[in-house]
């Protein structure tokens, strides 16, 4: 992680305003939540693409992070057909509404001042990716609005994200981030489970908010 350190920093540095004159109003983005709700809101979803995983909880995401991801679909750094046709069809109010209402609709749990101890793998394999360094303590508490909370997520999703990074060769599936896909490149798909599989099991401030009508 430290020779990445540079990168982190420029990276960083050069992310792009958030739409600062854009304010995000929470209420307004409950009533455009149709267009996510499909997936988003139904609790255990899965998806079968690229292969068969549950599908992130977005409730209690930073406004910034739902920002960032959208606009990355819809610039194709982040490569998924019915996200990119999704994101597409959403204008800057729409993203920052939909960003606002997500933040604002987390758990509101109160996390322990530390993430639990790990499998000696485990440990092993966050301390090379260094990974509190950019989500923060807890894995809930990123340095940057626009890098996600991870703690809770559901392990399946992470593992198919975490491998998504190192794909860079395929037209319909893959990220392009470089401090994300530095950092996968060091591991192995197994590996990259593992790591998953751990931070998938912390507590966290993630939930799905499954709609009235298919409770």
Do not use: W
């Not at 690229?50 to 490569?79: D, F």
């Amino acid at each position: 992680m430290k020779k990445l350190a540079p990168l982190l920093l420029t990276v960083v540095c050069s992310l792009p305003a958030l739409a600062q004159d854009v304010q995000g109003d929470p209420l307004a983005g409950s009533r455009k939540i149709a267009v996510c709700m499909g997936c988003h809101g139904i609790k255990g979803f899965h998806t079968a693409f690229p292969e068969t995983h549950r599908v992130p909880k977005l409730s209690g995401q930073s406004a910034g992070y739902i920002s960032a991801a959208l606009h990355a679909y819809q610039s194709g750094e982040r490569k998924h057909p019915s996200m990119r046709t999704t994101a597409s069809s959403l204008k800057e109010q729409d993203i920052a509404d939909l960003a606002a209402y997500y933040e604002s609709t987390g758990t509101g749990a109160t996390l322990p001042p530390t993430a639990k101890e790990g499998s000696p793998a485990a440990a092993a394999l966050v301390a090379k990716a260094g990974c509190t360094s950019c989500h923060g303590a807890n894995f809930s508490k990123p340095i940057s609005p626009t890098y996600p909370k991870i703690a809770g997520q559901h392990p399946d999703y992470l593992y198919v994200a975490l491998k998504s990074y190192k794909t860079t060769d395929k037209p319909l599936i893959g990220r392009s981030q470089p401090i994300m896909g530095g950092i996968a490149a060091q591991f192995s798909n197994a590996e990259l489970k593992v790591l998953a599989e751990y931070v998938g099991s912390l507590p966290g401030e993630l939930q799905t908010i499954q709609r009235a009508r298919v409770k």
